[in-house]
């Protein structure tokens, strides 16, 4: 799902050549990207009550066409991922990974799951207090999360290996899908990935990585966001490294009217959808042309429309807890479905109740989540990180 650091938790340090930075745009991108997923489920769970003939067509297709590109939404914290994993090795001294291996893992682990497993938990004492005959009462996002309370389900979200089995992948909580994927390419980074880049450059590790999603690609788990990741960490490259090629590609290329070229063929897919594969990697390219763009105006001390927007304090400050909100949203929508299930409203009102409803709700409950599971680990591995800068000073 997404790479959830704090972008200026990315800058400490005697390793860094290069001055501190503040990256809000990455939190902004972020937060309005979690937002959409929110926007997303909701349509999803009025979709089928949007197919009476009453109903205005416009909206029925506004509907439809926002459900299927949910998906865009974790495409971008895929990129979003790879980029920030890789942006503190870029703007270093000597490209190695910060704390070696064993403290990478630490931070990922402390960064990612202790709110994932509380979330879990919270998911599932929601399917026993809600049973599986009543669970249509909770809108059909929460159905499509059963069944829930099977020992497969379960155990497979401990491991963080539900999206190898599509029985498992959207039980329980059905957000939670991307988080094992994203989870899995924690591993390739530091493994794999890296030492690629290291010694043979960024070519070659685009290269790696389109063959490794290819070989896993009938495995159906979304392999391509392999290539995403990987696209991420080329955006960190090219904006800081201070190798020719990346110079190169900084100083030659118009980011900005890249991003705009990918985006627009995304924005045709919206009414004419291609396949999830080539409309993620379209919103991908998108997303790392604009995250470059917005990166050399950072350098130049510069702003323009969209990083003054994404760097906003409401944008950036929703971006911070994006993580909980992703993991928590399926719950208040569910409540809110079962909350509303006992009187019929007209599909066209409803739609309009969950949206203003479930929106700040989601909010609301996803920063008390963070201030309460997930602040707490992030201030702890910040600690650690402080703790291990002072021993080798």
Not at 74 to 87: D, E, N, Q, R, T
Not at 145 to 150: D, E, F, H, M, V
Not at 172 to 187: G, R, T
Request: glycine content about 4%; aromatic content about 12%; hydrophobic content about 50%.
């Amino acid at each position: 799902m997404f790479q959830r650091d704090d972008p200026h938790s990315l800058h400490p340090s005697t390793q860094l050549a290069q001055p501190r930075l503040r990256f809000d745009y990455l939190d902004g991108i972020r937060g309005i990207a979690a937002l959409y997923v929110v926007l997303c489920h909701v349509c999803f769970d009025m979709r089928e009550q949007l197919q009476a003939p009453e109903i205005n067509t416009v909206l029925r297709t506004v509907v439809t066409s926002t459900i299927s590109h949910g998906q865009s939404a974790v495409a971008i914290f895929i990129v979003l991922s790879g980029y920030c994993l890789m942006l503190p090795i870029a703007r270093s001294t000597n490209g190695e990974l910060k704390g070696g291996m064993r403290n990478y893992f630490k931070r990922r682990i402390l960064r990612i799951l202790p709110p994932y497993y509380v979330a879990l938990l919270l998911s599932l004492f929601l399917h026993i207090v809600i049973p599986a005959n009543a669970a249509s009462s909770s809108g059909a996002h929460w159905l499509s999360g059963q069944p829930a309370l099977t020992t497969d389900a379960i155990l497979s979200h401990i491991l963080l290996i539900h999206n190898f089995n599509h029985q498992w992948e959207f039980s329980i909580n059905p957000p939670m899908w991307s988080v094992a994927m994203e989870w899995q390419i924690y591993f390739l980074f530091p493994l794999i990935l890296l030492p690629v880049w290291q010694r043979f450059g960024l070519p070659i590790v685009l290269v790696i990585s389109c063959s490794i999603a290819l070989v896993l690609y009938k495995l159906e788990i979304h392999s391509w966001f392999i290539i995403l990741f990987t696209l991420g960490m080329t955006g960190a490259v090219v904006g800081f490294s201070q190798k020719a090629l990346s110079k190169f590609c900084r100083e030659k290329i118009s980011w900005r009217r890249l991003a705009l070229f990918f985006g627009t063929i995304w924005a045709t897919t919206w009414w004419h959808p291609v396949g999830h594969l080539v409309n993620d990697l379209m919103v991908g390219l998108a997303t790392i042309c604009l995250i470059v763009s917005c990166s050399q105006l950072l350098v130049e001390n510069r702003i323009d429309i969209a990083s003054r927007f994404l760097g906003s304090q409401w944008v950036k400050t929703l971006g911070t807890f994006s993580y909980s909100l992703y993991l928590t949203h399926a719950l208040v929508l569910a409540v809110t479905e079962l909350c509303l299930s006992p009187w019929y409203i007209q599909p066209t009102t409803k739609l309009l109740i969950l949206i203003s409803t479930v929106l700040p709700l989601s909010v609301l409950f996803a920063y008390i989540f963070y201030l309460t599971f997930e602040k707490p680990f992030i201030s702890m591995r910040s600690k650690h990180t402080q703790e291990q800068s002072s021993s080798k000073i």
